[in-house]
């Protein structure tokens, strides 16, 4: 098992990053990646692109062949940004449109393969709820 880790401040945000090292030391985890999007002097990386440049072929071959699990956890636009960065892997290194590589990556989710535990997602349902609600009155209005 591999771990890809991000935050933005590598002192301030990285709260377990001691007992990370341990389990990497144990044995659980193969390797661990991290990026960190806000430290001073230090070029801004995010988890998709660890994905995109350092692990492309063997999260492929984890997804494809090897029938792995991909568990992606934390706010719903990092969430919506590797979910898109590993669209574009599979369909280029499964030699597949963006729109096969959708349906591939449905296909892992309704396999229990790739798993989303996404929080800021109340902010986005709220705007939704409002828009049904909204185009809901506007339809019960024009009916009256």
């Known amino acids: 098992m591999s771990l ?7 002192q301030m945000d990285h709260l377990y990053k001691e007992e990370m090292m341990e389990a990497k030391n144990k044995g659980v985890f193969k390797e661990i990646y991290t990026a960190y999007s806000r430290d001073p002097n ?5 988890v998709q692109d660890i994905i995109r440049n350092q692990l492309p072929t063997e999260l492929f071959q984890l997804l494809s062949s090897s029938k792995g ?12 940004d590797v979910s898109k960065t590993v669209q574009e892997l599979i369909a280029t290194l499964g030699a597949m449109s963006l729109n096969d590589a959708a349906s591939y990556l449905t296909k ?4 229990n393969r790739y798993h989303e535990d996404i929080f800021g997602l109340t902010l986005r349902m709220r705007e939704v709820a409002t828009k049904i609600r909204s185009t809901s009155l506007n339809y019960w209005q024009e009916t009256k």
């Open 4 to 10: 890809i880790f991000g935050c933005r401040h590598s």
């Open 42 to 46: 230090r070029k801004k990386e995010y």
């Open 69 to 80: 699990h991909l568990y992606v956890c934390g706010d719903v636009t990092m969430a919506q």
């Open 108 to 111: 892992l989710k309704d396999e």
